[in-house]
């Protein structure tokens, strides 16, 4: 059984920072895409960002660039959101999902496992 768990969310200022870990169990990824995804109150879940997992190429929303920054830990089989300069629009419920393959995808459909997710909320 494969198991996304994510950790790390919390109630921060606007201006800080957050770091979101995810935990990978059930199986290996390491031909697999990792992506983060967010999702509001009242919004559609939202892609943040991706990290291919064997090369370490990312990609981001434009709404996060140059602020957060995914990265993988392969001995611990886990997957990382720094996040820096929080917004308080960037408060939300935050995903991490995993797919095989190495395309890099941006779409929540292509996205076979999830996590439970974990709440950001920023305040202003």
């Known amino acids: 059984q494969v198991l996304l768990v994510e950790s790390g969310g919390g109630l921060v200022q606007a201006g800080g920072s957050l770091r979101l870990s995810c935990v990978v169990s059930?199986?290996?990824?390491?031909?697999?895409?990792m992506g983060w995804f967010r999702q509001a109150p009242g919004k559609e879940r939202e892609f943040v960002a991706v990290l291919n997992w064997s090369d370490t190429n990312t990609n981001y929303a434009d709404s996060v660039k140059g602020r957060f920054a995914v990265s993988r830990d392969s001995a611990k089989n886990m997957v990382f959101l720094q996040m820096n300069s929080l917004k308080p629009e960037d408060s939300a419920v935050y995903y991490c999902?995993?797919?095989?393959?190495?395309?890099?995808?941006?779409?929540?459909?292509?996205?076979?496992?999830w996590g439970q997710g974990t709440q950001v909320t920023v305040s202003s």
């Open positions: 999902a995993a797919r095989d393959g190495a395309f890099m995808a941006t779409r929540r459909s292509m996205y076979t496992y």
């Open positions: 059930g199986r290996t990824f390491s031909r697999s895409v």
